[in-house]
Nanobody, 130 residues
Framework: QVQLVESGGGLVQPGGSLRLSCAASGFTLGYYAIGWFRQAPGKEREGVSCIITSHGAAYYTDSVKGRFTVSRDNAKNTVYLQMNVLKPEDTAVYYC???????????????????????WGQGTRVTVSS
């Protein structure tokens, strides 16, 4: 049974950091891509980052480049999203999801590709506020 479980969300002040984790079970991480998505109240779901877990190639939406870093530990079947210099506009529920690696690329639109991500976690809430 495929399962993804996010953790690490919380309340942080602007400029602070959080590290989200996505623990996968029921499949072997190294054959897939993991995407991070977020949805703020009243807004559409947005693709944040993705990583091809076999070789670690990672991609980011422009608004988080230079601030967020995605990584994976295939031995632990876990993907991480390190979020630094957080801004109030980063406030959202963050989800991880799994897909075929072709849906994680520099030329692709991760937000549009989200419909090709097959299994999703329950989400973890991130609130950036003073």
């Amino acid at each position: 049974q495929v399962q993804l479980v996010e953790s690490g969300g919380g309340l942080v002040q602007p400029g602070g950091s959080l590290r989200l984790s996505c623990a996968a079970s029921g499949f072997t991480l190294g054959y897939y891509a993991i995407g991070w998505f977020r949805q703020a109240p009243g807004k559409e779901r947005e693709g944040v980052s993705c990583i091809i877990t076999s070789h670690g190639a990672a991609y980011y939406t422009d608004s988080v480049k230079g601030r967020f870093t995605v990584s994976r530990d295939n031995a632990k079947n876990t993907v991480y999203l390190q979020m630094n210099v957080l801004k109030p506009e980063d406030t959202a529920v963050y989800y991880c999801a799994v897909s075929n690696p072709q849906y994680c690329s520099a030329s692709g639109d991760l937000s549009k590709a989200s419909t090709s991500y097959d299994y999703w976690g329950q989400g973890t809430r991130v609130t950036v506020s003073s």
